[in-house]
């Protein structure tokens, strides 16, 4: 009777670790899903590409930034954030900026969107450039991000180009209107102020990849 007792604690407990790890596997499906994704892309020697699953796995990361237990830093990589862009929430650019892509690069970062050119703003100083554009126009944002105050950052522009032309420097407040910029304190003229999730005290781009600390990061960086 005991051999037969203890047969049956062990098939139940078996049971028990299956419905377990069957219960973990589907709480984590997207994650898991994301990670086999690049783990089969580095296998077969070919580049991540952007996808649901990495913006799942991104939007996971950014999640744990508020979390108790969470890192003292967070880092995505130039594909995981190409892929929020395209799969990500909504409102994180204006709806009227078409196809958004994004390179990071030794600590810069380039952002390209298709935009309308009726949204530019209507300076007479720009009548000579706006005369020149398509219906929509390709325009490439060059920069680096810079600290604002405590939780914002910012992306200070370098260099803007409208359809391939350079455009001059001081039209870059207006266009950055155009793409979604308010005035906030400690903003500079030429700079787009980067809303960061909730939990994080900074951000920085280093090599390939965005970094987001948190305070508790921030303070052992300090």
């Known amino acids: 009777m005991i051999p037969l007792l203890g047969g049956c604690l062990k098939r139940l407990l078996l049971l028990v670790l299956l419905v377990a790890a069957l219960f973990l596997a589907w709480y984590f499906r997207e994650p ?46 130039e594909t995981e954030v190409q892929s929020l862009l395209e799969y990500g929430p909504d409102g994180m650019l204006p709806e009227y900026v078409l196809s ?5 690069e030794d600590g810069r970062v380039r952002l390209r969107a298709r935009v309308p050119t009726e949204h530019f703003p209507r300076l007479a100083s720009a009548g000579e450039v706006l005369a020149f554009l398509p219906d929509t126009t390709e325009l490439t944002v060059n920069g ?38 308010r005035e906030v304190a400690g903003l500079p003229p030429d700079a787009l102020e980067i809303p960061l999730p909730p939990g994080a005290a900074t951000a920085y781009v280093r090599g390939d990849s965005l970094i987001l600390l948190t305070w508790r990061g921030r303070g052992r960086a300090n």
């Open 32 to 77: 898991l899903r994301a990670a086999w994704g690049e783990l089969r892309a580095s296998r077969e020697g070919g580049p991540a590409v952007p996808s649901q699953e990495l913006a799942d796995l991104a939007e996971s990361k950014v999640v744990r930034l508020e979390q108790p237990d969470a890192p003292e830093r967070v880092v995505l990589t």
């Open 100 to 104: 958004p892509s994004i390179d990071l």
């Open 144 to 181: 680096q991000l810079i600290p604002l105050d405590s939780g914002r950052v910012a992306l200070a522009v370098d260099e803007l180009h409208a359809a391939r032309v350079p455009v001059p420097r001081r039209l870059f407040p207006g266009i950055l209107r155009s793409l979604g910029r």
